[in-house]
């Protein structure tokens, strides 16, 4: 009960709180779409990716303005995107290839910036190191409602797109004898990845946002068949592993959230991928001894 | 102390250290990047993280040792959950390694910001390293100074990760390239799979002291992939994957040098750059090469075509009307300016000649025309 008053009335825990939900919801939506497509480590490429970008929008703008450090992340993660897929489509390099060297080569890029801006500002002035492994307890209300305007921006994209995304993710090359253009859709697509990138980035850090992209996902494709309903579920496990790692980060001194969200995000997908109903591997392990038993008789 | 011969100066330890773990990355690297593993490499790279806070634990304080042991231990977990939820057929294949090795880096920083906040176990050197005290920290054993450990530890690295290549060459190029053939002829893929993600394990855990998780990588991904970009020949691939990587270690300690950043960040970064270099400029597989290539192709397509248009209205009626330039244009559906310029190539080539504006066919010309209407007919 005093935990529910705390999470009403104290300040910092309420945007804790919303903002690792929303980050949830946010990233559990996209994630659907990215894991369908085989893509569950583009979001991890993209969030590397974005902190070079962070960084030279810092050194631009001279200010640590969350709108501009962003909006470098996202360029960031668009050139990283583009150069991708240049070097799968033309080269003879996997994907699997690709996204390593992409993301390394990035990462390493922005860490020689970081340590460059850090050495010549003041140590932690620059605030930038929290992007690396994420700092929600930092989260001011300012905060959240950038992220809310981000990610109510992506979602109504979505459900805009819905049908397309939903082909695109099923049947390309059906969408694309329909007529429709799957590049340009595929590129919108990633492009809302990178805002939930973008979003997380703050909350969870650079390393465990490929978590928070391909868990909510794979733990809701566990229970359903259907798209839509996956979707909504991923958007809860999402949102509840946020509330969940924010809650138990308050519980005792020094728990990090952004860990608490993931672990908790982990397990959600562990126990869907154990005991969902039809698919759950317990059900097949029983299913499987009384075959055997049966057979036996 | 008899350490004179060890006394080498920082900048050369730390050089070294580079070139060091280059060469230990590049040589498994190659195979990674054949057999699509990049990633899996990756995910060890991080999830060693709660192995080494392990290791710190048990042995009450950082020990060489003990950390080698605990990160050995969870990238070997790591590789059989990722195998384990694959292969439940529930969980794609990026998307088990987008599970289990964030749960695994998670598990580390938490373990490390509620139990050793307030030791030296510094998470930003988790990612980023620490190349720079390279030469600090010095190996003593029986009280005699041996130089800097992580040459010694990164060295060993090498030889043994020389020694796996070069003992198991055959067998890693076949598992490889035919993993069928490699079953069939008596040695088992799935043993060489293991043994590849053994000794990669180790040479993360041993150079991610030096150069920290996604920096290592990086030097096993990127200059593989540079070295799969110039040449057709494993043998040769290892070697430039090599070269790419020492190079990428010396010239990013001087980039560093100059920039007072991180070392090992730049490192990483040249061997980006190299890369970048290499997939514009490789002669074989580089943008610029496909491109020119398809140019010229275009090109010497577009100068047929000419020919045989010419040669199939010579001796008509209309022949004069036929090899006018400004009629060949819209007749052959070319820009004027692409028109223009296969006409001018043409001329050089010596196919065709101009005579107050009609074009005419020379004796090759005319010889180009038959071989390739004949091979049109053929086709057709």
Redesign the interface.
């Known amino acids: 009960m005093e935990l529910l008053r705390d999470l009403i009335f104290d300040y910092t825990l309420r945007n804790v709180a919303l903002g690792s939900a929303l980050l949830g919801v946010v990233s559990g939506v996209l994630g659907c779409f990215a894991?369908l497509r085989?893509?569950?480590?583009l979001?991890?490429a993209l969030a590397?990716a974005a902190l070079p970008g962070i960084c030279i929008a810092y050194l631009l703008a001279h200010a640590k303005t969350q709108i501009v450090l962003l909006l470098g992340a996202a360029v960031a993660g668009w050139i990283a995107t583009i150069l991708l897929l240049?070097?799968v489509r033309?080269?003879?390099?996997?994907e699997?290839?690709a996204?390593?060297?992409v993301?390394?080569?990035?990462?390493?890029?922005?860490?020689?910036?970081?340590?460059?801006i850090t050495?010549?500002s003041d140590a932690h002035q620059s605030g930038l190191?929290k992007f690396?492994?994420g700092q929600a307890a930092a989260l001011v209300a300012e905060d959240v409602t950038t992220m809310a305007i981000l990610g109510g921006v992506a979602l109504a994209i979505v459900v805009l797109l819905y049908k397309e995304f939903k082909l695109l993710a099923f049947d390309a090359a059906f969408a694309a004898s329909l007529g429709f253009n799957t590049n340009t859709l595929s590129v919108l697509l990633t492009s809302l990845i990178v805002i939930a990138v973008v979003i997380g980035l703050q909350t969870v850090g650079v390393?465990?946002m490929?978590?928070m992209?391909?868990?909510p996902?794979?733990a809701a494709?566990?229970w359903t068949n259907r798209l839509s309903a996956m979707i909504v579920l991923a958007a809860l496990f999402g949102a509840l592993s946020g509330l969940a790692g924010a809650l138990i980060s308050v519980s005792d001194e020094?728990?990090?959230t952004?860990?608490?969200i993931?672990?908790s995000l982990?397990a959600i997908?562990l126990f869907s991928?154990l005991f969902a109903p039809e698919?759950g591997?317990v059900w097949d392990a029983m299913r499987r001894r009384m075959q055997k038993a049966a057979l036996a008789d | 102390m008899t350490n004179e011969r060890f006394d080498m100066s920082a900048s050369l330890a730390i050089i070294l250290t580079g070139v060091l773990v280059a060469t230990a990355c590049a040589l498994l690297g190659v195979f990674l990047v054949l057999r699509r593993m990049a990633m899996l490499a990756d995910a060890i790279s991080h999830a060693i993280l709660p192995g080494i806070v392990a290791g710190y634990f048990l042995a009450q304080g950082p020990n060489l040792l003990a950390g080698f042991a605990g990160a050995s231990l969870a990238a070997v977990i790591t590789v059989a959950l990722v195998e384990a939820l694959q292969n439940t057929r529930r969980v794609g294949g990026e998307s088990a390694i987008g599970i289990v090795f964030p749960a695994m880096f998670a598990l580390g920083t938490f373990l490390v910001s509620k139990y050793f906040a307030n030791v030296h176990l510094d998470t930003d050197a988790v990612l980023y390293g620490n190349i720079e005290f390279a030469a600090f920290d010095v190996l003593f054993v029986n009280d005699v100074n041996l130089g800097p450990q992580s040459l010694w530890v990164m060295g060993a690295l090498c030889i043994i990760n020389l020694l796996f290549v070069g003992l198991f060459f055959k067998e890693l190029k076949l598992a490889t390239f035919d993993p069928g053939l490699a079953a069939a002829l008596g040695f088992s893929p799935v043993l060489i799979h293991y043994a590849l993600m053994a000794v990669v394990s180790i040479t993360t855990v041993g150079a991610f002291t030096a150069v920290g998780a996604i920096l290592v990588v990086a030097f096993m991904i990127v200059p593989a992939a540079t070295a799969y970009l110039l040449t057709d020949d494993l043998s040769r691939m290892i070697v430039l994957a090599v070269v790419a990587g020492a190079a990428s270690a010396v010239a990013g300690f001087f980039i560093a040098l100059a920039l007072d950043a991180s070392v090992a960040g730049a490192m990483a970064t040249m061997t980006g750059a190299f890369f970048l270099l290499a997939l514009l400029f490789s002669p074989s597989h580089g943008l610029v090469a496909k491109a020119r290539r398809l140019q010229r192709q275009r090109m010497r397509v577009a100068m047929e075509n000419l020919v045989v248009h010419l040669f199939n209205h010579e001796h008509q009626a209309y022949e004069e009307h036929e090899a006018e330039v400004a009629h060949l244009s819209s007749e052959l559906r070319w820009q004027p300016g692409f028109a223009r310029q296969v006409i001018g190539m043409a001329k050089r080539a010596q196919l065709v000649q101009q005579a107050n504006g009609h074009l005419m066919l020379t004796g090759t010309g005319r010889e180009l025309a038959q071989r390739a209407s004949a091979l049109r007919d053929g086709e057709g």
Request: a positive charge; hydrophobic letters at 50%.
């Open positions: 894991v085989r893509q569950g480590l979001g991890d590397h240049q070097i033309h080269t003879r390099i996997s699997d290839g996204l390593g060297i993301l390394s080569t990035f990462f390493a890029f922005g860490i020689v910036l970081l340590t460059f050495k010549r190191d690396l492994f390393v465990l490929a978590a992209l391909v868990g996902a794979v494709r566990q020094g728990i990090p952004g860990p608490m993931i672990l982990t997908a991928l698919r591997l």
